[in-house]
């Protein structure tokens, strides 16, 4: 591979890394051909970006990009593959789903919105983010909760109110 390749390389990923605000990094080694073509569809499935690189580009493109990424460097030993999606839980969910028919891939590390992921014991918490849009959802849910309890009320003393008024007016008469 020439410099030129290499610097090319280097510039794709830190153009995609520096666009999104996840990603992780992976270790793929030992999988066959046929698992990682099973692995890239799956990837494609789920709208995740899989990208393989030797470690020395993606660390020289992490160095590149904004923030600091030093946790991650010691992780990245053997064979790397990068994972790149808008929704941060989606490669975690992706990778834990793999898993159920091969040992990998394992997390080496992860970075989602800033924060530093290392080691494959924090796939779980990964996989248990909520993304954006589950977030809001759970807010307006939540903000939902109280005026449905106030309007229900509302509608329950109202349903009081019009019976005693209509009890007093027959008594009345």
């Known amino acids: ?9 280097v510039e794709e990923l830190v153009s995609v890394l520096s666009s999104t605000g996840s990603f992780y990094i992976i270790d793929i080694g030992t999988l066959n051909s046929e698992k ?8 494609y499935s789920r709208q995740v970006q899989l990208k393989v690189a030797k470690n020395s580009l993606i ?3 992490l160095e590149r990009i904004e923030g600091d990424y030093s946790e991650m460097i010691p992780a990245m030993k053997g064979s790397s593959a990068v994972m790149i999606a ?3 839980n989606v490669p975690a969910k992706l990778i834990k ?9 394992v ?13 494959d014991n924090q796939l779980d918490s990964l996989a248990a983010l909520k993304s954006k849009n589950e977030l809001i959802g759970d ?5 939902q909760t109280p005026m449905q309890s106030v309007i229900s009320g509302l ?19």
Do not use: H, W
């Open 139 to 143: 807010v307006v849910g939540l903000l």
């Open 86 to 88: 808008e929704i941060p």
């Open 36 to 43: 990682t073509s099973k692995l890239r569809r799956l990837c």
């Open 1 to 9: 591979m020439t410099r030129e390749e290499k610097n090319q390389i």
């Open 97 to 105: 789903d793999f898993r159920k028919e091969s040992d990998r891939p």
């Open 107 to 119: 997390l080496k590390a992860a970075s989602i919105d800033g924060g530093i992921y290392v080691g």
């Open 59 to 61: 660390k020289k493109a």
């Open 155 to 173: 509608k329950g003393q109202g349903g009081k109110i019009a019976g005693i008024l209509k009890t007093l007016e027959e008594r009345a008469a």
